[in-house]
């Protein structure tokens, strides 16, 4: 009797390196990529999708739970869906906030979020391109992130539209900086542009109106063309990973695969 072949729709996790050289920081990084489970057998080309805080995205062992990204993308998968690569970069442990923080401001004064958003165009972008079958173009290409890692994406998306035209912003820590509601105000979408934008009802005392302060701000940008954003909110969510990682399959579903 023939075994029957067990079809499994597990993305390919590929660790590009351990310690990759971040030349503008002068630090090493763990670099990961999630591809289609059966990628190797295609020649297709993908969307890619950037994540920070790689560490919390489906590691099992993560000290705070993670995303679940590669069980919603099996998931996906074996719906018919999920064909996007997924770019992983571990976050810089206690240097994280400085890493992901656009503004300095009296409390942390070494902002280093434009030397992270270099790295990332200037080195890891291009290798990506190159190295994977990838479509670089604007409205296949995404960067999103959670907390630090989604005040950085929502920065990234303003001060380079040119680069991501979709943006997963889960609870955006906007409580750093005054500066990034005004960067919102000046913001110049180029078609198309879509923004999924997440906030939890629990996150803490301010962090709601604070996201919502933010999403009034980005109504106001759907007067040009092909912009399109949406506010998705839990209100017993939390600030926590595993509130994020149950509206990924959702965001990415809406980004990338026809808006639900």
Known sequence: MTGEVVRTFYPRIEILDE???IPQLGRKRRISVLLPYNYYETEKEYPVLYLHDGQNLFDEYAPYGNWGVDKTLER???????????VAID??????????LPYSTPRYTEAEGHLYLRFMLEDLKPMIDKKYRV????ASTGIGGS???GLISLYAGFEYPEIFGKKMIFSPSLWISEEIYQRAKSFLPQPPTDIYLYAGGMESANHYGQVLRLENILQEKRKYDEFDLIFAHNPTG???????GEQFPMALKWL???KY
Not at 91 to 100: A, N, P, S
């Open 19 to 21: 310690a990759y050289e």
């Open 76 to 86: 996906m998968a074996s719906q018919g869906m999920g064909e996007v690569i997924i």
């Open 91 to 100: 976050h810089g442990g206690v240097l994280r906030i400085q890493e992901y």
């Open 135 to 138: 479509l670089e173009d604007r």
């Open 147 to 149: 907390s630090l890692g």
């Open 238 to 244: 939390q600030h926590r990973e595993i509130h994020w």
């Open 256 to 258: 990338f695969f026809n």
